[in-house]
């Protein structure tokens, strides 16, 4: 990941992120395959660049995909939520579903996605 962003001109960027969501290919009968992929992900970015990984997703998403299973190196979660105004967004700043903080929460606003910083 980083080599390509570097190859479109992203230098110094303060942090990476990865988005885990269900409609992408997860095995779902050996959740460990998946962690052990995410942690391939987040250790070649975390030995590549000295920016923050984060890791967007929603605790169901993120449960069906790795379950309860670690992945370190991860500093922070951006929260994909449904809420409708900034307010509600706002009470999914202690909701992290890797352990890391809550960085964002997004949510939406005249029907486009916005973000909330926690």
């Known amino acids: 990941p980083v080599t390509s962003a570097t190859s479109e001109g992203v230098t110094n960027p303060s942090s990476w992120w ?3 969501e269900t409609a992408n290919s997860w095995s ?6 998946n962690q052990y ?5 987040v250790d ?8 923050s990984v984060g890791i ?13 299973l670690p992945v370190s190196g991860v500093n922070a979660d951006w929260v994909a ?3 409708s105004s900034a307010n509600k967004a ?7 579903f890797t352990g ?16 909330y910083a926690c």
């Not at 779902?28 to 395959?33: A, G, I, P």
């Not at 890391?100 to 973000?115: C, E, I, K, R």
């Open 81 to 83: 939520t449904g809420a």
């Open 90 to 96: 706002r009470t999914f700043c202690s909701r992290s």
């Open 18 to 20: 990865r988005a885990v």
């Open 37 to 41: 992929t995410l942690q391939g992900v």
């Open 56 to 68: 967007y997703s929603t605790r169901y998403q993120w449960n069906a995909i790795v379950g309860s």
């Open 44 to 51: 070649t970015v975390l030995r590549q660049s000295p920016a």
């Open 28 to 33: 779902s009968t050996d959740l460990s395959l």
């Open 100 to 115: 890391a903080p809550v960085w964002f929460v997004q949510y939406l606003h005249a029907s486009f996605d916005t973000d």
